[in-house]
């Protein structure tokens, strides 16, 4: 399978703490990109790391992927309320098509 | 800033009827996208268009055809609506992937589908 599969599925942290979720694949990638979407709508791109990069920032968001291991962990650090939503990984392999994964559910409780 | 806009946010339709999707874009990107999202499934590939007039089969194509006559708009197309195609549906656009560009998606708002 293409596909990046979530770890957790689901995942609940009070506000200000960290959340961490997990993506993992099979197959070789040319980068692998996180996105988050809010119930009911569509989604959002959050940050790409390629295959030759290691870690990324972008604001409290922090990305490392281990080609060795085929993982990637997204890290949000001081959670709000307002990032409670879907976070999906996905994986472009080298065609025009991005593979997505089902996705962790987080909820930051107030 | 790029805009994927998607005509209909829900429609409610009956089995056997034609249903139209349809998707716009403004950035001109080359690639476009259908994807339908149901729980526990994460998001599967109906059908992807990196150019005008040309279409490629995604994962899950059976029952659903598209049409992309003008570059900014990517139509799908259900010929015979079943209650099995009850879902939301993601349309989305990116450029080709190259050296100054990563394929990142720029998704619409989703069409929600309930088939009765």
């Known amino acids: 399978s293409q596909q990046g599969e979530e770890d957790p599925q689901a995942l609940s942290i009070q506000e200000g703490e960290n959340a961490t979720m997990n993506c993992s694949y099979k197959t070789s990638i040319n980068n692998l990109q996180w996105y988050r979407q809010n119930s009911g709508r569509g989604l959002v791109h959050l940050i790409l790391i390629r295959s030759n990069e290691r870690e990324k920032h972008s604001g409290r968001l922090r990305v490392t992927l281990d080609t060795s291991k085929k993982s990637s962990s997204l890290l949000i650090t001081a959670s709000r309320a307002a990032d409670t939503a879907s976070y999906f990984c996905?994986?472009?392999?080298?065609?025009?098509?991005?593979?997505f994964g089902t996705g962790t559910r987080l909820t930051v409780i107030p | 800033d790029v805009k994927v806009t998607q005509s209909s946010r829900y429609l409610v339709k009956r089995t056997g009827e034609k249903v139209f999707l349809e998707c716009v874009q403004d950035m001109d990107h080359e690639n476009m996208f259908w994807y339908r999202q149901d729980p526990g499934l994460g998001l599967r590939l109906i059908y992807f268009s990196y150019d005008v007039k040309m279409k490629e089969k995604g994962d899950i194509p059976e029952g659903y055809s598209v049409s992309r006559e003008k570059k900014e708009r990517f139509s799908l197309i259900l010929e015979s609506a079943s209650t099995n195609q009850t879902s939301m549906y993601l349309c989305?656009?990116?450029?080709?992937?190259?050296?100054?560009?990563?394929?990142?998606?720029?998704f619409g708002e989703g069409s929600r589908l309930t088939v009765l």
């Open positions: 996905a994986l472009q392999t080298g065609a025009n098509n991005l593979f």
């Open positions: 989305a656009s990116s450029l080709l992937p190259g050296a100054a560009n990563t394929g990142e998606l720029f």
